[in-house]
C-alpha cells in the first residue's frame, strides 16, 4: 500500500509561481515513476511532469521550461515547482505512483489540489 497527500495548491496570480508537494508513504522501492497530472472541468486528465527513482524528468510541451519536478533527499516526497502560471493551469492536480512488479502494475493516486490562476 502507497499513501499519497498532496499540498500546496491554492490561489495564485496569472505569472506567479506556486510550488505542490506530494509526500509518499508505505511501500516505495525502487524502481518507480511518479508523477503530477492535472484535471481542469471537463477536460480529460493530464501528465504534467513526472519522474523516475532513477532521477529522469519528463514533461509536456505545455509546461516545459515552466515547472519543475524533484524530490527531497529521502526520497518520499515529490515536488511540483511552476512558474509563469497562466490562467489554462487552473485544474485539480494529483500525484501518481506506479510500479510494475512481474505482470503486475501498481498504481496509487493522490486526493489532489485545487490550483487556481486567477486575478
Known amino acids: 500500500q502507497v499513501q499519497l497527500v498532496e499540498s500546496g495548491g491554492g490561489l495564485v496570480q496569472p505569472g506567479g509561481s506556486l510550488r505542490l508537494s506530494c509526500a509518499a508513504s508505505?511501500?516505495?522501492?525502487?524502481?518507480?515513476?511518479m508523477g503530477w497530472y492535472r484535471q481542469a472541468p471537463g477536460k480529460q486528465r493530464e501528465l504534467v511532469a513526472s519522474i523516475t527513482s532513477g532521477g529522469s524528468t519528463n514533461y509536456p510541451d505545455s509546461v516545459k521550461d515552466r515547472f519543475t519536478i524533484s524530490r527531497d533527499g529521502a526520497k518520499n516526497t515529490v515536488s511540483l515547482q511552476m512558474n509563469s502560471l497562466k490562467p489554462e493551469d487552473t485544474a485539480g492536480y494529483y500525484c501518481n505512483y506506479k510500479k510494475v512488479i512481474l505482470s503486475t502494475i501498481n498504481e496509487y493516486w493522490g486526493q489532489g489540489t485545487q490550483v487556481t490562476v486567477s486575478s
Open positions: 508505505g511501500s516505495i522501492f525502487s524502481p518507480y515513476v
